[in-house]
């Protein structure tokens, strides 16, 4: 079944009934052919109700009269198509949605629960681009096998029915950076676009079971998952454009803390600052991160920008370690004790990311945030959500 709810820029407002839902960029709900009820009201505590939010300052008017901020040049869709998002009540497909609303799309997004056969064919009706964010496996996995088997068929469900649906011009893919390779800061390695984790599959592989492997089961999970769609792609060539997209850590802004929580790797942060779960951690070794509003903004134009096609793009921005996350969250809050965190040095991987931050300079002007800021945005959404 699929959970969808209408997305207005800046929020989402609960509906009072579960549908396709759609609006534009100025905020106006738009009803169409595909907007036929998809799961039931007993789902209703699923919903994400951020129609709260609509006054606030931060977000941008819903009068009739919103012009886009996001200046596209030539986009390979036209303005005011519809865009689907699935997952869009999370982290990254929230911000992915905001930032097509504000170049001018309109956006349908879904929140799903990977059961009913047949709903992405409705899903996908009359779509211009589909931006696959939601994903099912978890970091505690252990079978890698029961995972593809169990998530697969989701993805090819929703390629299939991008392919048989003639408006679809683009689809987009969420991989992982851990599909590429594991972060070690001892080891100098160079990454290539069509760099797989290998080491983490040889691991798993010979292991007698995933238990005490940590999170290598889900990495190796994530490169086994991407090659397969890869496999698929090329196998089927569908005439939509294909890229995925491999974000790294990600830190920044919650669009709506107040509704959505601080979730994802942001509440790792929320962690270091609440002084819990330092064990965990510590065990995250130094490597790169992606601020989520540049991570939208890649999202917009691998599928919108013409002759990017057939390319992982790896977002890896600029290079952290919770050592140095901590020693900004106390330059913040001077007056709030935090417990220092052991330095961790920093990543050595060359990582083919210029291609990905080349597109997001193309539409913001400059290029991958700083940690810094990144940061201090983090920081504000848990302000906002413990005011």
């Not at 009359?126 to 989701?154: K, M, T």
């Not at 698929?232 to 454009?241: A, D, F, H, V």
């Not at 096609?309 to 600029?318: P, V």
Request: with cysteine.
């Amino acid at each position: 079944m699929f959970c969808l709810t209408w997305y207005v820029r800046g929020a989402r407002l609960a509906h009072e009934t579960w549908s396709l839902s759609n609006v534009d960029r100025s905020g106006r709900l738009f009803e169409d052919e595909t907007a036929v009820a998809l799961m039931p009201n007993t789902a209703r505590d699923h919903r994400l109700d951020l129609s709260a939010q609509k006054n606030s300052p931060q977000y941008s008017s819903t009068s009739n009269d919103t012009i886009a901020k996001l200046s596209l040049n030539n986009p390979s869709i036209p303005l005011d198509s519809v865009v689907l998002v699935t997952g869009v009540n999370g982290l990254i497909g929230s911000w992915v949605a905001d930032k097509f609303l504000e170049a001018g799309y309109r956006v349908r997004g879904t929140v799903s629960d990977f059961g009913a056969p047949g709903a992405w064919d409705k899903a996908v009706r009359g779509v211009a681009s589909v931006a696959g964010v939601a994903g099912q496996a978890g970091l505690d996995l252990v079978d890698i096998d029961a995972a593809l088997e169990l998530e697969f068929p989701f993805v090819i469900g929703l390629l299939n029915a991008a392919q048989k649906e003639s408006s679809v011009k683009s689809v987009v893919f969420t991989s992982s950076a851990w599909a590429a390779w594991t972060p070690d800061p001892d080891k100098k390695v160079v990454l290539h676009e069509w760099s797989y984790n290998e080491e983490a599959v040889t691991i798993v592989r010979n292991s007698k079971s995933g238990d005490g492997l940590g999170i290598l089961p889900y990495m190796a999970f994530k490169a086994l998952w991407e090659q397969q769609i890869w496999d698929w792609i090329r196998t089927e060539k569908p005439s939509y454009t294909f890229n995925t997209i491999l974000p790294d850590t990600v830190f920044g802004a919650t669009l709506s803390p107040e509704n959505q929580g601080i979730q994802s790797t942001c509440g790792m942060v929320k962690w270091l600052r609440d002084g819990v779960n330092l064990d965990m951690l510590a065990s995250v070794p130094a490597q790169r991160f992606i601020d989520t509003q540049d991570l939208g903004l890649l999202y917009l134009a691998a599928l919108t920008t013409p002759g990017v096609n057939g390319e992982r793009l790896f977002a890896f921005g600029n290079k952290y370690s919770f050592s140095k996350v901590g020693q900004l969250l106390q330059d913040l809050e001077p007056d709030k004790k935090l417990l220092g965190m052991k330095d961790d040095r920093w990543d050595q991987t060359e990582v083919p990311s210029q291609r990905a931050e080349s597109l997001v300079r193309a539409l913001k002007g400059r290029g991958w945030a700083t940690l810094e800021d990144s940061i201090a945005d983090c920081l504000s959404s848990i302000q906002k959500l413990n005011d």
